[in-house]
């Protein structure tokens, strides 16, 4: 075997946390990882967050973000050990050998500088090339990445292209100084899932062009396992299991790689309508003060009681906003909203207490929507004083019955917030929500920011809890896996209109309209090979046409 | 140039105007509540009643505020700024002179001003928490501390008696050489750099410190760029509009602050003019030495606003 490319012997890396009331201390974020890649080809770190994944695919660039410092092993690149390098060494080593494409290229682009400007920098910086060559080769790459007018693309700057498009730009601003290694951390997480598919795609066929080694950071082992020729999986800073893509998706080898395969298998059977919806959205239309263009328009939804309707649709179709105007914080310009037998006033401050009370929300961030200097049980609490008058003791139980409901317990309550989990304070975001005894729970992208695995558990959560208590829930989502798994009836939403609405089985059987098959078809598969047959299955009827 | 762009700015510039309409009224209406009167401070205490009548009648004295108000703007606006009480001379001649020769000692001294801060803030960004930071820091910040009045007579008794290197006291004439003016002011230009050097250098550092916690930054490190090259290419356009708000909010203050200054150096500047015409009481002075003060803030401010506007690059290039 060659000597690798990269490769890392016995990585060790701290950081230094500030847990609330606490003194700062130490904690390990990468525990001895051992990892060799050769030349020209990809391996995929996936995990949850913690999992120490980007901190990994940082070192390799000798970079510690914020407080991380790398306290042990080696880090070999091309065979050299690149966390002995000095200043100009490093400067060497980054944008030159080893280079980086983030998550957020938004945020990765300078906002006052133009794009080719940018993306040939390091290349010029490093001598790689002269500034001609180094702007021919970034429109070589525009064109090759599938951008629109490689030409003139690189003279606009980064807010004058779209999202998926500087994901690209980005990864040309990578693959411009001929780097033999590129660390690819979460870069097509942000985008909607119909972008997703092109920004993957294009990255794969330019790997595969240039020849370049890749380390392809993601959690979502769907994505990862269309690009990475071996996946690594990483649990708390350790390797959990390391092996070729196929090997890893379709026969684990540890429990942890089994239940990260296998998540999303849950099962919720769709209920039929019934004649009283507790919810009817009738001829919604809304927009926001100063601009000229309706939001939502004409929207037609109901929602039956203890039942669940999905809202999908990318960013910016207006699902957040049709939940703004249902709690009344944007009062619609036209339209009603019927709840529980009777129309809601549209603004949110004239509604009597008892409509305020049945109408509950839970929000993605959980962590901003807790005061965070309150413990558990005052803002369990605090609905079951305002709605109910409960005090003292009384008041205190209350808060256990529900902590127990939400597979907490009693020990929680003295806990703030920062004390804990990701899906824990989500938990008790749900259990404030059902503290006001509520008919409806709008839940706005509960389980985005959520690691899959504790998604599920939230899941399988709220649907437990809908059966004990016949709540219903407005379900806004962009995942539809998340759809399937809970709603029984789906509003797929497209620019501020419903393009698809009836039940489960209906929406999410043939004959599709064009949206609502592209929305499904890029859904990214756990298996390898998806991306190819979607992409050219998507050539074949654009060719048709 | 786009037509946003342009509509901005235009609204900016009537804000301004506007503001400045205002404050005319403001001055007005604050030399009236002023106890007292003028004629009878002009004429003195011995004056007959007819006399004070008279006189009233040819200032327009007796005519209703408004009316007095109007005349006196209308004036303003034709270059008219009225005649001093004190000595009947031409009040827009008189503050002509003083007043170019008040500019160009504030505009010497944000020449070097200016960049000095902005570099110095760029210094200290680069070795941020370590010695030259902490150095440049602590200097700056004691010479804001002391008065401006104290630097002042410190330098002129060191450098102009002691040493002899420049004039303690800075007499500028008509019809002197540039570079005698240049000699003469040395002193006091010295005093006002180091009072506004320390606000301008800590708030571009602070504006370029906060840029450096962006993600773009990230990338620049990560592209093997020097610290340097990151801060001037990458951090600094992006801390522009802060840094130029304060920088004009201090070029604001050099021109109206340099009261205390020119007085120290018997500099023949507006500040000294004013200060000599509050003594006496004399109104339309004061007016129009307020007029063009608040002209000077709302002006600066105003240039400020538009090079922040125009350095967005979103607003240069819209979508």
Same mark, same amino acid.
């Given at each position: 075997?060659?000597?690798?490319?990269?490769?890392?012997?016995?990585?060790?890396?701290?950081?230094?946390?500030?847990?609330?009331?606490?003194?700062?201390?130490?904690?390990?974020?990468?525990?001895?990882?051992?990892?060799?890649?050769?030349?020209?080809?990809?391996?995929?770190?996936?995990?949850?967050?913690?999992?120490?994944?980007?901190?990994?695919?940082?070192?390799?660039?000798?970079?510690?973000?914020?407080?991380?410092?790398?306290?042990?092993?080696?880090?070999?690149?091309?065979?050299?050990?690149?966390?002995?390098?000095?200043?100009?060494?490093?400067?060497?080593?980054?944008?030159?050998?080893?280079?980086?494409?983030?998550?957020?290229?938004?945020?990765?682009?300078?906002?006052?500088?133009?794009?080719?400007?940018?993306?040939?920098?390091?290349?010029?910086?490093?001598?790689?090339?002269?500034?001609?060559?180094?702007?021919?080769?970034?429109?070589?790459?525009?064109?090759?990445?599938?951008?629109?007018?490689?030409?003139?693309?690189?003279?606009?700057?980064?807010?004058?292209?779209?999202?998926?498009?500087?994901?690209?730009?980005?990864?040309?601003?990578?693959?411009?100084?001929?780097?033999?290694?590129?660390?690819?951390?979460?870069?097509?997480?942000?985008?909607?899932?119909?972008?997703?598919?092109?920004?993957?795609?294009?990255?794969?066929?330019?790997?595969?062009?240039?020849?370049?080694?890749?380390?392809?950071?993601?959690?979502?082992?769907?994505?990862?396992?269309?690009?990475?020729?071996?996946?690594?999986?990483?649990?708390?800073?350790?390797?959990?299991?390391?092996?070729?893509?196929?090997?890893?998706?379709?026969?684990?080898?540890?429990?942890?790689?089994?239940?990260?395969?296998?998540?999303?298998?849950?099962?919720?059977?769709?209920?039929?309508?019934?004649?009283?919806?507790?919810?009817?959205?009738?001829?919604?239309?809304?927009?926001?003060?100063?601009?000229?263009?309706?939001?939502?328009?004409? $929207?037609?939804? =109901? +929602?039956?009681?203890?039942?669940? &309707?999905? %809202?999908?649709? *990318?960013?910016? /179709?207006?699902?957040?906003? @049709?939940?703004?105007?249902?709690?009344?914080?944007?009062?619609?310009?036209?339209?009603?909203?019927?709840?529980?037998?009777?129309?809601?006033?549209?603004?949110?401050?004239?509604?009597?207490?008892?409509?305020?009370?049945?109408?509950?929300?839970?929000?993605?961030?959980?962590?901003?929507?807790?005061?965070?200097?309150?413990?558990?049980?005052?803002?369990?609490?605090?609905?079951?004083?305002?709605?109910?008058?409960?005090?003292?003791?009384?008041?205190?139980?209350?808060?256990?019955?529900?902590?127990?409901?939400?597979?907490?317990?009693?020990?929680?309550?003295?806990?703030?917030?920062?004390?804990?989990?990701?899906?824990?304070?989500?938990?008790?975001? $749900?259990?404030? =929500? +059902?503290?006001?005894?509520?008919? &409806?729970? %709008?839940?706005? *992208?509960?389980? /985005?920011?959520?690691?899959? @695995?504790?998604?599920?558990?939230?899941?399988?959560?709220?649907?437990?809890?809908?059966?004990?208590?016949?709540?219903?829930?407005?379900?806004?989502?962009?995942?539809?896996?998340?759809?399937?798994?809970?709603?029984?009836?789906?509003?797929?939403?497209?620019?501020?209109?419903?393009?698809?609405?009836?039940?489960?089985?209906?929406?999410?059987?043939?004959?599709?309209?064009?949206?609502?098959?592209?929305?499904?078809?890029?859904?990214?598969?756990?298996?390898?090979?998806?991306?190819?047959?979607?992409?050219?299955?998507?050539?074949?009827?654009?060719?048709?046409? | 140039?786009?037509?946003?762009?342009?509509?901005?700015?235009?609204?900016?510039?009537?804000?301004?105007?506007?503001?400045?309409?205002?404050?005319?009224?403001?001055?007005?209406?604050?030399?009236?509540?002023?106890?007292?009167?003028?004629?009878?401070?002009?004429?003195?205490?011995?004056?007959?009643?007819?006399?004070?009548?008279?006189?009233?009648?040819?200032?327009?004295?007796?005519?209703?505020?408004?009316?007095?108000?109007?005349?006196?703007?209308?004036?303003?606006?034709?270059?008219?700024?009225?005649?001093?009480?004190?000595?009947?001379?031409?009040?827009?001649?008189?503050?002509?002179?003083?007043?170019?020769?008040?500019?160009?000692?504030?505009?010497?001294?944000?020449?070097?001003?200016?960049?000095?801060?902005?570099?110095?803030?760029?210094?200290?960004?680069?070795?941020?928490?370590?010695?030259?930071?902490?150095?440049?820091?602590?200097?700056?910040?004691?010479?804001?501390?002391?008065?401006?009045?104290?630097?002042?007579?410190?330098?002129?008794?060191?450098?102009?008696?002691?040493?002899?290197?420049?004039?303690?006291?800075?007499?500028?004439?008509?019809?002197?050489?540039?570079?005698?003016?240049?000699?003469?002011?040395?002193?006091?230009?010295?005093?006002?750099?180091?009072?506004?050097?320390?606000?301008?250098?800590?708030?571009?550092?602070?504006?370029?410190?906060?840029?450096?916690?962006?993600?773009?930054?990230?990338?620049?490190?990560?592209?093997?760029?020097?610290?340097?090259?990151?801060?001037?290419?990458?951090?600094?356009?992006?801390?522009?509009?802060?840094?130029?708000?304060?920088?004009?909010?201090?070029?604001?203050?050099?021109?109206?602050?340099?009261?205390?200054?020119?007085?120290?150096?018997?500099?023949?500047?507006?500040?000294?003019?004013?200060?000599?015409?509050?003594?006496?009481?004399?109104?339309?002075?004061?007016?129009?030495?307020?007029?063009?003060?608040?002209?000077?803030?709302?002006?600066?401010?105003?240039?400020?606003?538009?090079?922040?506007?125009?350095?967005?690059?979103?607003?240069?290039?819209?979508?």
């Amino acid at each position: 075997m060659t000597e690798p490319l990269l490769k890392i012997r016995d990585l060790r890396i701290d950081a230094t946390v500030y847990p609330p009331g606490e003194a700062a201390r130490e904690i390990q974020i990468v525990k001895g990882v051992d990892l060799d890649l050769q030349r020209g080809k990809v391996l995929g770190l996936i995990g949850e967050s913690g999992a120490g994944k980007s901190t990994i695919g940082l070192a390799a660039m000798a970079y510690g973000r914020g407080g991380v410092r790398i306290t042990g092993g080696q880090v070999l690149v091309n065979g050299r050990d690149v966390l002995t390098l000095r200043d100009s060494g490093l400067r060497r080593l980054r944008g030159n050998e080893v280079t980086y494409v983030s998550q957020s290229a938004a945020a990765s682009f300078n906002p006052s500088r133009r794009i080719l400007e940018q993306v040939t920098e390091a290349a010029i910086l490093h001598g790689k090339f002269t500034r001609q060559q180094a702007q021919a080769r970034a429109i070589d790459l525009f064109g090759k990445l599938g951008l629109p007018d490689p030409e003139r693309i690189g003279q606009r700057y980064p807010h004058q292209v779209s999202g998926g498009q500087l994901q690209r730009c980005m990864t040309a601003l990578a693959l411009c100084p001929e780097p033999d290694l590129v660390v690819f951390d979460e870069p097509t997480t942000a985008l909607d899932v119909t972008t997703q598919i092109d920004v993957l795609k294009a990255i794969k066929d330019v790997i595969a062009l240039t020849g370049v080694a890749a380390l392809y950071i993601t959690h979502d082992l769907a994505v990862v396992a269309q690009v990475a020729d071996d996946i690594m999986v990483l649990r708390h800073g350790e390797m959990v299991e390391h092996g070729a893509t196929d090997q890893i998706i379709n026969a684990p080898r540890q429990d942890y790689t089994r239940a990260l395969v296998s998540v999303r298998e849950i099962r919720h059977d769709e209920q039929p309508p019934t004649p009283t919806p507790v919810l009817s959205v009738d001829g919604i239309s809304a927009r926001y003060s100063g601009m000229h263009d309706d939001v939502l328009s004409d $929207i037609n939804v =109901a +929602l039956s009681p203890g039942q669940t &309707l999905a %809202i999908v649709g *990318e960013s910016g /179709s207006g699902k957040s906003t @049709l939940a703004r105007v249902i709690t009344g914080l944007l009062p619609p310009r036209s339209g009603r909203i019927g709840f529980d037998g009777h129309d809601l006033t549209p603004a949110q401050r004239q509604r009597p207490r008892q409509d305020l009370r049945q109408l509950q929300m839970i929000y993605q961030m959980a962590d901003v929507a807790m005061n965070p200097r309150q413990t558990v049980e005052t803002i369990i609490g605090r609905p079951l004083q305002f709605y109910f008058g409960l005090k003292g003791r009384q008041r205190r139980d209350r808060v256990v019955a529900l902590l127990d409901q939400i597979e907490m317990g009693a020990d929680f309550l003295d806990r703030y917030p920062a004390e804990l989990s990701g899906g824990q304070k989500q938990r008790v975001c $749900i259990a404030r =929500a +059902l503290a006001a005894e509520p008919k &409806l729970i %709008i839940c706005d *992208e509960v389980t /985005s920011a959520l690691d899959p @695995l504790v998604a599920d558990g939230i899941l399988k959560l709220l649907l437990q809890l809908q059966k004990d208590r016949q709540v219903a829930y407005l379900f806004i989502t962009h995942d539809l896996a998340t759809v399937r798994a809970i709603s029984d009836s789906i509003a797929v939403m497209h620019r501020g209109k419903v393009v698809r609405y009836g039940p489960k089985s209906q929406v999410l059987s043939p004959p599709f309209d064009d949206y609502t098959d592209l929305l499904l078809s890029s859904v990214p598969e756990m298996r390898p090979g998806w991306l190819e047959q979607v992409v050219a299955h998507r050539r074949i009827e654009a060719g048709g046409e | 140039m786009n037509p946003l762009i342009l509509k901005i700015l235009a609204q900016r510039v009537a804000l301004s105007l506007l503001l400045l309409f205002l404050v005319s009224i403001l001055i007005f209406l604050g030399t009236q509540i002023l106890p007292g009167d003028v004629a009878q401070s002009i004429l003195g205490r011995s004056a007959t009643p007819q006399a004070l009548e008279n006189l009233r009648q040819e200032l327009g004295l007796n005519q209703p505020a408004h009316t007095r108000y109007l005349n006196w703007l209308g004036g303003v606006l034709r270059g008219d700024l009225g005649t001093s009480l004190t000595n009947g001379r031409d009040i827009a001649q008189a503050i002509g002179q003083r007043l170019g020769n008040t500019l160009f000692l504030a505009g010497c001294a944000a020449i070097i001003a200016v960049p000095l801060a902005i570099f110095l803030g760029l210094i200290s960004v680069l070795y941020r928490n370590r010695w030259p930071d902490k150095l440049i820091s602590g200097l700056s910040l004691a010479a804001i501390s002391v008065p401006e009045f104290l630097i002042g007579y410190v330098l002129m008794f060191y450098f102009g008696v002691m040493l002899g290197w420049a004039p303690s006291v800075s007499m500028v004439t008509e019809g002197m050489p540039f570079l005698a003016r240049l000699q003469a002011i040395a002193l006091p230009v010295a005093v006002l750099v180091l009072v506004v050097l320390a606000h301008m250098m800590r708030m571009t550092r602070a504006a370029i410190l906060n840029v450096m916690q962006s993600a773009y930054i990230e990338t620049a490190e990560l592209k093997g760029l020097g610290m340097f090259r990151i801060i001037w290419r990458h951090a600094f356009p992006n801390a522009i509009a802060p840094v130029v708000n304060v920088v004009m909010l201090n070029l604001a203050y050099l021109v109206v602050g340099v009261v205390v200054v020119e007085v120290v150096f018997v500099y023949p500047g507006m500040g000294q003019f004013l200060v000599d015409h509050v003594a006496k009481r004399d109104v339309p002075v004061v007016q129009a030495c307020g007029l063009i003060f608040a002209s000077v803030y709302i002006l600066l401010n105003m240039v400020a606003d538009i090079v922040a506007i125009i350095a967005n690059p979103r607003l240069r290039h819209p979508k």
